[in-house]
């Protein structure tokens, strides 16, 4: 089936840039998607890209799409404390139904 | 208030019962999900729905069972046939199609006592 892989752990220092990366395998992926856990919640969304972008920015966060590796970044400018969570990954099939997850990187921001 | 609301927020078990975790939500989405997360690792699926009355296993179906009478609830059991069922339990809704955003609930943390 379909795999997604992230690096376990991230540490930066406050106001440099964060970058998260993901590497999926299945090839018919139509939507990538990046979400957000904060400690006890659930999963808040991010940004998503379609497979036919290769990039695509809101505000402080850059999404880079490399289609020919299978390779998903996140780049979190000016990177603050609130910014320190769990990010994961995310795929869709092509009907657009199921969500395949990685296994999330914990960004940590040290002051 | 719109969204996905999961209860309860903490659930514990003694050994050999059944416990329901509930998921309802009021956005109209068509498919429903139900993820565990162990501490560290990411979401696997255990269930979904796409349709009422209809549903499908996910990766680690064994020892859970789930029902979708109606549109707004798919709630999971979490069967004594479950033999590590501590984690933390999210529920997630979805329209069908397209890169639509899939909702969170807050989820469930069950523990075994």
């Keep these: ?18 970058v998260i990366n993901c590497t999926y395998t299945d090839s018919s992926s139509t939507y990538l998607y990046w979400y957000k856990q904060e400690p006890g919640a659930g999963l808040q969304l991010l940004t998503y890209i379609f497979s036919n972008m290769d990039m695509k920015q809101d505000q402080r966060l850059t999404v880079l799409l490399n289609k020919k590796d299978k390779h998903l970044s996140l780049r979190i400018a000016d990177t603050q404390t609130g910014d320190s969570a769990i990010y994961f990954c995310a795929e869709t099939d092509n009907a657009g139904n199921m969500l395949t997850f990685g296994g999330g990187t914990r960004l940590m921001v040290k002051p | 208030d ?25 956005l109209n989405h068509d498919a429903m999900y139900w993820y565990r997360q162990d501490p560290g690792q990411g979401l696997r699926l255990i269930y979904y ?33 479950q033999k590590n069922p501590t984690a933390f339990y999210l ?23």
């Design chain 1, 1 to 18: 089936g379909e795999d997604v892989e992230q690096s376990l752990f991230l540490s930066v220092r406050e106001g440099d840039s964060s």
């Design chain 2, 2 to 26: 719109g969204g996905i609301t999961q209860s309860p927020k903490y659930l514990f078990r003694k050994e050999g019962q059944n416990v329901t975790l509930s998921c309802e939500q009021n």
């Design chain 2, 91 to 113: 529920c997630a809704t979805k329209t069908i199609q397209g890169a639509t955003e899939a909702f969170f609930g807050q989820g469930t943390r069950l523990t075994v006592v």
């Design chain 2, 49 to 81: 729905s796409q349709i009422v009355n209809d549903f499908q296993k996910g990766d680690i179906a064994e020892g859970y069972s789930v029902s979708r009478e109606k549109k707004e609830s798919f709630p999971l059991t979490v069967t004594s046939a």
